[in-house]
């Protein structure tokens, strides 16, 4: 009899069952006992799962196959039917092609023999697949039930080291439970994500895994109510056995400051100053910053102008209207410095008034997607029919849209919440990087518009800039 070996150990069984080297010895013994030829080498797969759920592919198992369709295998050679199949279908497979083969019984070293030329020994052999799903199905709705039963206790999930937390996932590491509570004052303050990834990497401070932080990384650490001492599993909540560091009101806010600034992926500063609000004068169309080489002088300059290409979905300019960056720049910041140098201008659009407001309109926000949840549940339970779910949905979506329209306009207030008012604002504007000027600006400039204009030349080739020939146009 020509002998296969097949063994495998899949990532749930590494704590509980032999592994695949004394799977295969076993094998060889009983072969030899059998004075059956072997197959060497021994096809084995580590780490794979023989489940009906699984779907990573088991390339020895596949040779395994290969070997029998070309009549080299007379018997399949495991320790347990588990080893070899969870799944009836494949089963079913290899007695199908056993038909076609040289292939005639599969066995193990228990002694348990499945005759594949006879209806007993496939009955049989269908019957032990059968059992190892169920008790696969069983051991799942125990270790289903131990995790919903940790998660009522508050108990830690386990896996890698959380951030501001020991590796028992419970006791706090001071160090980087500041680095949380900084993080946060700063984003609510209105400071943007981008400058403080930047701030961090300069410090030094690395993530749990010993990295330098990114963006994602940062709003990956508020996605989890871990920070809040708050314990979730399948979406609902249960107080945690370890401490909060920040508390969930704070949470809640710094989620949505994030969510509205998702698309930024990477640390990259910003090089200028008006990008998004500069338009041009002649076509309405924005402009956008470049880098402009002087050949006269050989020197480089920052240039705002209107591009007669198409790019990224940009509608396409005029392309007869530039500027340089600079005074375009100074001006505009000259004009919002003088705008803001009011203690009570800054007091009534400080953040600080609207506090009590910010957590109505959360407390709103959370009863709002709650509704939307609940729409589905009546839908799914047969209390509404399509047609209802649809309206139901459209009205609670389009409250829920306002009330995220009206949150984001008090988060941004906050940006202003950084100036003292007894303060030189002067000093805090140049000290600032420039995302905080970016929010700043964006706050009380609705747009800068560039218009066309003849330069004007002032001395040896030189020409003077023309401020009649910029427009800033504030919000109402």
Not at 41 to 49: H, L, N, T, W, Y
Not at 78 to 107: F, N, W
Not at 268 to 273: A, D, F, I, Q, T
């Amino acid at each position: 009899m020509r002998c296969a070996i097949y063994a495998r150990l899949s990532r749930e069984d590494v704590d509980n069952t032999d592994n695949t080297d004394i799977q295969v010895k076993e094998c060889q013994e009983y072969a030899a006992d059998q004075d059956w030829a072997v197959i060497a080498p021994a096809f084995i797969d580590d780490d794979i799962s023989a489940s009906r759920y699984s779907t990573k592919p088991r390339k020895d198992y596949q040779r395994l196959v290969e070997a029998i369709r070309a009549n080299q295998v007379d018997v399949v050679l495991i320790t347990e039917m588990p080893r070899l199949y969870r799944r009836l279908e494949e089963l079913l497979d290899l007695i199908y092609l056993a038909e076609r083969s040289d292939l005639k019984r599969i066995v193990t070293t228990e002694g348990l023999g499945y005759d594949l030329a006879t209806g007993e020994g496939i009955h049989a052999a269908v019957s032990a697949v059968n059992n190892a799903v169920l008790e696969a199905r069983k051991a799942s709705d125990r270790q289903k039930r131990k995790k919903r039963a940790q998660a009522k206790a508050g108990k830690f999930n386990g896996g890698s080291r959380p951030y501001g937390y020991e590796a028992d996932g419970v006791r706090l590491r001071p160090s980087e439970a500041a680095i949380i509570r900084e993080v946060t004052r700063r984003i609510l303050d209105g400071e943007s994500a981008r400058s403080i990834v930047a701030d961090l990497r300069r410090r030094g401070v690395k993530t749990a895994a010993d990295k330098e932080w990114h963006i994602i990384t940062m709003s990956q650490l508020f996605r989890s109510l871990r920070i809040c001492g708050i314990r979730t599993h399948h979406g609902v909540e249960y107080p945690a056995e370890w401490p909060a560091i920040i508390s969930r009101e704070e949470w809640e806010q710094v989620r949505l400051i994030l969510q509205a600034r998702a698309g930024v992926r990477q640390v990259r500063p910003r090089r200028y100053l008006l990008t998004g609000v500069v338009v041009c004068g002649n076509c309405g169309v924005y402009m956008s910053g470049a880098n402009w080489h002087d050949p006269r002088n050989g020197k480089s300059a920052g240039r705002y102008r209107c591009s007669a290409d198409q790019y990224n979905h940009h509608p396409r300019g005029c392309g007869q209207v530039s500027r340089r960056t600079e005074p375009i720049d100074m001006l505009v910041s000259e004009a919002v410095l003088y705008r803001l140098d009011s203690p009570q201008f800054a007091r009534v659009l400080s953040a600080q008034g609207h506090d009590g407001e910010l957590q109505v309109l959360l407390n709103q926000y959370q009863t709002q997607k709650t509704k939307l949840d609940d729409l589905v549940t009546d839908y799914a339970s047969g209390l509404l029919d399509r047609q209802q779910l649809a309206l139901a949905k459209s009205v609670v979506e389009d409250a829920l849209e306002a009330t995220r329209r009206r949150l984001a306009t008090i988060q941004s207030g906050r940006v202003l919440a950084r100036i003292p008012l007894d303060g030189d604002l002067r000093e805090v504007w140049e000290a600032a990087d420039i995302d905080f000027r970016r929010d700043l600006i964006r706050l009380l400039v609705e747009k800068v518009v560039v218009k066309p204009g003849r330069k004007q030349p002032l001395w040896r080739g030189r020409y003077r800039f023309d401020p009649s020939l910029i427009e800033i146009v504030w919000k109402a």
